[in-house]
Nanobody, 116 residues
């Protein structure tokens, strides 16, 4: 079984920064992609950023403010969030696509709250 454990959420003022981290552990043969999604109250879960084999993709709303990076040796993915806005308030979920069958795994979620 695979587990994703997130850390780093919290409360920050608008314009501030936070870093989220996620570590995958368990029976991991290969990780195809790791990324971050978020879900705000009353909204659907949306992609924030994803990294695959060195390529990154960001939601338009975070492009230029957020940076995703991955440590393959440690099976971790991190999200550096700068210039945070109240609209970034959400529960952030780590995601990993693992193994030859590209199975999706999710973390438990971490709350990010940006005050105005």
């Amino acid at each position: 079984q695979v587990q994703l454990v997130e850390s780093g959420g919290g409360l920050v003022q608008a314009g501030g920064s936070l870093r989220l981290s996620c570590r995958a552990s368990g029976s991991i043969l290969s990780i195809n992609a790791m990324g971050w999604y978020r879900q705000a109250p009353g909204k659907e879960r949306e992609l924030v950023a994803v990294i695959t084999s060195g390529r990154t993709n960001y939601a338009d709303s975070v492009e230029g403010r957020f940076t995703i990076f991955r440590d393959n040796a440690k099976n971790t993915v991190s999200l550096q969030m700068n210039s945070l806005e109240p609209e970034d308030t959400a529960v952030y979920y780590c995601n990993a696509v693992i193994g030859p069958f590209k199975r999706n795994y999710w973390g438990q979620g971490t709350q990010v709250t940006v005050s105005s």
